[in-house]
């Protein structure tokens, strides 16, 4: 399917800014229809052939720009249960980025060069997002220890304490990110989501950007959101206790049943930019605009500025040194 | 932070220091930058002046043949140089001298003391190759008494008139280190050398008396330190912070439970007590230095710098 516009016949778009369908032909807002087309393999404007790959649901086509949605990649059992719509324009995110990189010396200039910015792709990434009731059973020793003065001598007594803990946690909403290409620890960088924001799932929000479906099923991302939950029982295990110079662990398990699933579409910016033979992705989180990723660094220019750095300082120190002993 | 705006202003402020330097350079006429027109030598013109002698060795370090010979380098210098050139050794402490005039000088420390010896010296002599009042002009005393404030001999170098506007403190301390080169084994050697290193800086004339450049070890290690630093900071690649804290995924609406303490004891099992006897310790350090640009006993301007053995 597409967003057709009544006025011109442009292809209608969704607008982070004002939350609405809109077409960049004719700037006219809320004048689409919805064009539908079950053929997954042509352009309906063009016939154009359409590269989805494996897991693509939305694309631009390569041939005429019209955005499109695959119909049954967004239906049925692929059909997202919510979404957080972008609520960050693409301009946005490429000023962030220019923001956060464009001080840094060393990294070559072309990176935040504004034509390259602008092949930033704007994409509905699928997650599964688990709900857990977990519980942690603890049992240690602590050891407290005082320690005085009395003459020439000191003392120092040390206290041992059975320390026994079970505690139970509801977790809401653990993600696990359910696409291959892109970086897991990237994707965990650009967290947190604010699921207030999370709404019934409507094609219209994917207008203009790419998505695709969840490569795997949710139990295969278990690990990753069970991961995240234990991690953080552990440490609201960890803050119950206290007062204690050390502790040691003679028992810890964690009980974490999941007790629901949801497949949700989440925004994300993913700008690549390829330096000495190697891509390096930044990813801007599309609903909050947080940035992660790494940044290409340029030996030749790192040298530069080292070598300008000392050379400035010694010639300054050197003057002022001479000014000084003149004086 | 934008680092190359940084760089770009340390970068002009370094040029404003070169500009600084160039110019006291020029000005004080340590680069002979135009060969500048020499006023016709109208000699010497000090009428006020009660002595001809320049050489005073009180302390009898040197023999009668060597105080002749160092009148006659002295003479020659004093043409070339035109400027008055004395040299005064003792042998006494100078802790209780009484300054000559009646302007205020400090008299605290062993260097104040020679300090005051010397400039009075120049003062009450009307020494000066132009004129007896703040003419151009050296003065080198040597004591070679051992203080007992400090345990150590002092020495001044005093200087007047175009002496005191040639001779900075650099200029001051390579004439007495290189006097003190010799000064224990062969006086008259080391006297010599005030004389004609002295000369050598007035006259301007080879490489260690031009431009002023200070390189020390701060000029390498700190330049050192920031580049190197500059280079760390700036190569780690920043990967973006994690903010996801434990609390985040916790359910907290009407429904869930949040965070239920379902059971918690801390039960007290033994304790054990050790004791130590306590060992004291103790330690201490020093240290100390000074400059020239100053007004003696007798309200006269002059500069100087002092060295100790």
Redesign the interface.
């Given at each position: 399917m597409h967003y057709k516009c009544n006025n011109c016949g442009g292809s209608m778009v969704y607008s982070p800014a004002e939350d609405v369908l809109y077409c960049p032909h004719c700037e006219g807002r809320n004048c689409g229809v919805l064009v539908s087309q079950k053929d997954m393999d042509v352009c309906p404007v063009c016939g154009a052939p359409v590269e989805a790959g494996d897991f693509g649901s939305a694309m631009q086509c390569g041939n005429c720009g019209t955005y499109l949605i695959l119909e049954n990649r967004v239906e049925d059992s692929y059909r997202p249960q919510k979404i957080i719509p972008f609520k960050i324009t693409k301009e946005q995110a490429v000023e962030s980025i220019r923001k956060e990189f464009?001080?840094?010396?060393?990294i070559p200039r072309p990176f935040t060069d504004h034509k390259a910015l602008m092949g930033i792709e704007g994409v509905y990434v699928p997650y599964w997002l688990h709900?857990y009731n977990s519980?942690e059973r603890f049992t240690g020793?602590?050891q407290r220890v005082r320690m005085w003065?009395h003459g020439?001598?000191?003392?120092?007594?040390?206290?041992?304490?059975?320390?026994?803990?079970?505690?139970?946690?509801?977790?809401?909403?653990?993600p696990a990110d359910a696409s291959d290409r892109m970086d897991d620890?990237?994707m965990?960088?650009?967290?947190?989501y604010n699921y207030d924001q999370m709404t019934d799932f409507s094609p219209e929000f994917m207008a203009g950007f790419n998505g695709e479906i969840y490569n795997r099923p949710s139990q295969e991302y278990v690990i990753r959101s069970r991961t995240?939950?234990d991690?953080?029982?552990r440490?609201?295990t960890d803050d119950?206790i206290h007062g204690y110079a050390v502790v040691t662990p003679t028992s810890q398990n964690i009980d974490a049943r999941k007790v629901k699933e949801q497949y949700v579409l989440l925004p994300v910016y993913k700008y690549t930019y390829r330096f000495g033979g190697k891509n390096y992705d930044i990813?801007v989180n599309g609903q909050t605009g947080?940035?992660?990723?790494?940044?290409p660094?340029s030996v030749g220019l790192?040298a530069k500025?080292?070598?300008?750095?000392?050379?400035?300082?010694?010639?300054?120190?050197?003057?002022?040194?001479?000014?000084?002993?003149?004086? | 932070m934008n680092y190359r705006k940084l760089l770009t202003a340390l970068a002009v402020l370094t040029l404003i220091l070169l500009i600084v330097w160039l110019a006291l350079t020029i000005s004080t006429g340590r680069l002979n930058f135009s060969d500048e027109a020499e006023e016709p030598d109208a000699g010497r013109t000090n009428t006020q002046c009660t002595t001809e002698e320049r050489v005073f060795d009180y302390a009898d370090v040197l023999s009668d043949q060597e105080e002749e010979d160092l009148r006659e380098l002295i003479a020659k210098h004093e043409q070339k140089t035109k400027c008055d050139i004395v040299l005064v050794t003792l042998n006494e402490s100078l802790q209780n001298y009484q300054p000559a005039g009646s302007y205020y000088v400090p008299m605290e420390t062993p260097e104040n003391w020679i300090r005051a010896y010397a400039d009075d010296f120049w003062d009450t002599h009307y020494f000066g190759y132009n004129t007896g009042l703040e003419g151009d002009g050296v003065l080198l005393a040597d004591d070679w008494y051992r203080e007992p404030y400090d345990g150590k001999m002092h020495t001044w170098l005093s200087t007047s008139g175009s002496a005191y506007a040639r001779l900075g403190d650099y200029e001051i301390d390579r004439i007495l280190d290189e006097v003190y080169e010799d000064i224990e084994t062969d006086p008259f050697r080391a006297y010599s050398s005030y004389v004609t290193y002295f000369s050598k800086i007035m006259t301007s004339g080879s490489v260690s008396s031009g431009p002023v450049i200070v390189i020390d070890w701060y000029t390498v290690l700190f330049p050192l330190i920031l580049a190197l630093a500059v280079f760390a900071y700036f190569w780690r690649s920043r990967k973006g912070r994690i903010t996801v804290d434990e609390n985040t995924y916790i359910n907290r609406t009407a429904e869930g439970r949040g965070i239920q303490v379902l059971q918690s004891h801390d039960r007290f099992l033994h304790k054990h007590v050790t004791r130590q006897r306590i060992v004291r310790s103790e330690g201490g350090g020093g240290g100390g230095g000074f400059g020239g640009g100053h007004i003696s006993s007798g309200g006269m301007s002059h500069g100087g710098g002092g060295h100790s053995r």
């Amino acid at each position: 399917m597409h967003y057709k516009c009544n006025n011109c016949g442009g292809s209608m778009v969704y607008s982070p800014a004002e939350d609405v369908l809109y077409c960049p032909h004719c700037e006219g807002r809320n004048c689409g229809v919805l064009v539908s087309q079950k053929d997954m393999d042509v352009c309906p404007v063009c016939g154009a052939p359409v590269e989805a790959g494996d897991f693509g649901s939305a694309m631009q086509c390569g041939n005429c720009g019209t955005y499109l949605i695959l119909e049954n990649r967004v239906e049925d059992s692929y059909r997202p249960q919510k979404i957080i719509p972008f609520k960050i324009t693409k301009e946005q995110a490429v000023e962030s980025i220019r923001k956060e990189f464009g001080g840094r010396p060393f990294i070559p200039r072309p990176f935040t060069d504004h034509k390259a910015l602008m092949g930033i792709e704007g994409v509905y990434v699928p997650y599964w997002l688990h709900d857990y009731n977990s519980v942690e059973r603890f049992t240690g020793t602590g050891q407290r220890v005082r320690m005085w003065t009395h003459g020439d001598m000191q003392f120092r007594e040390t206290s041992y304490f059975e320390v026994i803990r079970e505690i139970g946690v509801d977790f809401d909403n653990v993600p696990a990110d359910a696409s291959d290409r892109m970086d897991d620890d990237l994707m965990d960088m650009i967290e947190p989501y604010n699921y207030d924001q999370m709404t019934d799932f409507s094609p219209e929000f994917m207008a203009g950007f790419n998505g695709e479906i969840y490569n795997r099923p949710s139990q295969e991302y278990v690990i990753r959101s069970r991961t995240k939950a234990d991690k953080a029982i552990r440490k609201i295990t960890d803050d119950t206790i206290h007062g204690y110079a050390v502790v040691t662990p003679t028992s810890q398990n964690i009980d974490a049943r999941k007790v629901k699933e949801q497949y949700v579409l989440l925004p994300v910016y993913k700008y690549t930019y390829r330096f000495g033979g190697k891509n390096y992705d930044i990813f801007v989180n599309g609903q909050t605009g947080k940035i992660a990723g790494e940044a290409p660094t340029s030996v030749g220019l790192a040298a530069k500025y080292t070598i300008a750095t000392f050379g400035l300082g010694f010639l300054f120190l050197m003057f002022a040194g001479s000014i000084a002993a003149m004086l | 932070m934008n680092y190359r705006k940084l760089l770009t202003a340390l970068a002009v402020l370094t040029l404003i220091l070169l500009i600084v330097w160039l110019a006291l350079t020029i000005s004080t006429g340590r680069l002979n930058f135009s060969d500048e027109a020499e006023e016709p030598d109208a000699g010497r013109t000090n009428t006020q002046c009660t002595t001809e002698e320049r050489v005073f060795d009180y302390a009898d370090v040197l023999s009668d043949q060597e105080e002749e010979d160092l009148r006659e380098l002295i003479a020659k210098h004093e043409q070339k140089t035109k400027c008055d050139i004395v040299l005064v050794t003792l042998n006494e402490s100078l802790q209780n001298y009484q300054p000559a005039g009646s302007y205020y000088v400090p008299m605290e420390t062993p260097e104040n003391w020679i300090r005051a010896y010397a400039d009075d010296f120049w003062d009450t002599h009307y020494f000066g190759y132009n004129t007896g009042l703040e003419g151009d002009g050296v003065l080198l005393a040597d004591d070679w008494y051992r203080e007992p404030y400090d345990g150590k001999m002092h020495t001044w170098l005093s200087t007047s008139g175009s002496a005191y506007a040639r001779l900075g403190d650099y200029e001051i301390d390579r004439i007495l280190d290189e006097v003190y080169e010799d000064i224990e084994t062969d006086p008259f050697r080391a006297y010599s050398s005030y004389v004609t290193y002295f000369s050598k800086i007035m006259t301007s004339g080879s490489v260690s008396s031009g431009p002023v450049i200070v390189i020390d070890w701060y000029t390498v290690l700190f330049p050192l330190i920031l580049a190197l630093a500059v280079f760390a900071y700036f190569w780690r690649s920043r990967k973006g912070r994690i903010t996801v804290d434990e609390n985040t995924y916790i359910n907290r609406t009407a429904e869930g439970r949040g965070i239920q303490v379902l059971q918690s004891h801390d039960r007290f099992l033994h304790k054990h007590v050790t004791r130590q006897r306590i060992v004291r310790s103790e330690g201490g350090g020093g240290g100390g230095g000074f400059g020239g640009g100053h007004i003696s006993s007798g309200g006269m301007s002059h500069g100087g710098g002092g060295h100790s053995r």
